[in-house]
């Protein structure tokens, strides 16, 4: 098995993307603040614009990312260090 590191996108390309998936998910054009606004919440992480472009409110959508995410950082980041990595 091969591991491929995929980066996330740099701002230009995560807003056009998103623009891209917006129309192609809710077939409407989304404002040039709001695409900004996404950026700034979730960045260029590629699985996060797609999931926020599909969405009515793509702020609250980005906003219960970052909340998942969050808690999902406090429950596990403990643990990461007892568990055996070799």
Do not use: Q
Not at 58 to 70: D, F, H, L, P, Q
């Amino acid at each position: 098995m091969e591991l491929i590191s995929v980066g996330d996108l740099s701002k230009e390309k995560a807003i056009t993307a998103l623009k891209n998936y917006r129309v192609k998910y809710n077939h409407e054009a989304a404002s040039m603040d709001v695409l900004e606004r996404v950026y700034e919440l979730v960045g260029g992480r590629l699985a996060f614009l797609k999931k926020v472009a599909r969405e009515e409110d793509m702020v609250a959508k980005c906003k219960e990312i970052c909340e998942i995410e969050k808690t999902w950082l406090l429950v596990w980041s403990p643990f990461y260090y007892l568990v055996d990595h070799y």
